[in-house]
């Protein structure tokens, strides 16, 4: 297996001190800003789409058609001026393997304008009822807490796409399973929002952070039960 050589974001923003305490350290604000900019988009997708139809009723490329909506609806919520930009489908550079391999792709990404390497992940897990939640958990056992998701960041966030059962289930479930404790986000108290905390296995060699905190976003895909609360 060929060894990875230098990318072009690598040659631009190297890994300095200054890289690792900006990498380490996202402001407050600006992930309370990421946050609500997130559940602002997804009233906006509750509004324009899923009031309208039923989303049951699809039967392909769920994930990446609920993601691209909501991306876009995310992007039209924001100023322009914040610190990050968001995209989606997103390659982290930083964990491919080798030079043929491809790197893992987020769903959608919030990038740091000052610095372009560090990367805010949220993760979209079709979830078709309450207790299928195995994929869900996957991500956050082997790619976040390995550090192969937001090496860069101490947090990071999954979407989960609930179309059957209820948020607390989820919940429940997830906490059953990675396992952790939840506790909620005291910004989104009123949403399905909850946040969990975690040591990662960092490689050998990096200075990645190894405390993190993972947001859980829970969107019910229904038009009788969405929560749209401000």
Not at 157 to 174: C, D, H, Q, R
């Amino acid at each position: 297996m060929a060894k990875r050589g230098r990318t072009i974001p690598e040659l631009r923003w190297p890994e300095t001190p200054e890289f690792v305490e900006l990498a380490n350290r996202w402001s407050e604000d600006a992930i309370t800003d990421l946050v609500g900019i997130v559940w602002k988009g997804y009233d906006l997708l509750v509004e324009e789409v899923i009031s309208e139809i039923d989303c049951r009723q699809a039967e392909e490329q769920l994930e990446r058609s609920i993601t691209q909506l909501l991306e876009r609806r995310i992007r039209r919520t924001m100023t322009g001026y914040e610190p990050f930009d968001v995209q989606h489908e997103v390659f982290e550079l930083e964990s491919a393997y080798s030079a043929q391999a491809q790197p893992p792709q987020y769903d959608i990404a919030f990038i740091l304008r000052s610095n372009e390497r560090i990367i805010w992940p949220l993760e979209a897990k079709v979830l078709s009822s309450d207790g299928a939640v195995a994929p869900y958990v996957q991500d956050i056992q082997n790619q976040f807490l390995t550090c192969r998701y937001a090496p860069f960041s101490s947090e990071g966030g999954m979407l989960g796409y609930l179309f059957s059962g209820t948020s607390a289930k989820v919940f429940s479930n997830i906490e059953a399973k990675v396992p952790c404790t939840l506790s909620h986000h005291p910004q989104f108290s009123a949403r399905n929002h909850k946040i969990s905390a975690h040591q990662r296995t960092v490689p050998a060699g990096k200075q990645y952070p190894a405390s993190f905190r993972c947001h859980h976003l829970i969107l019910q895909i229904t038009k009788s039960v969405a929560n749209t609360a401000s």
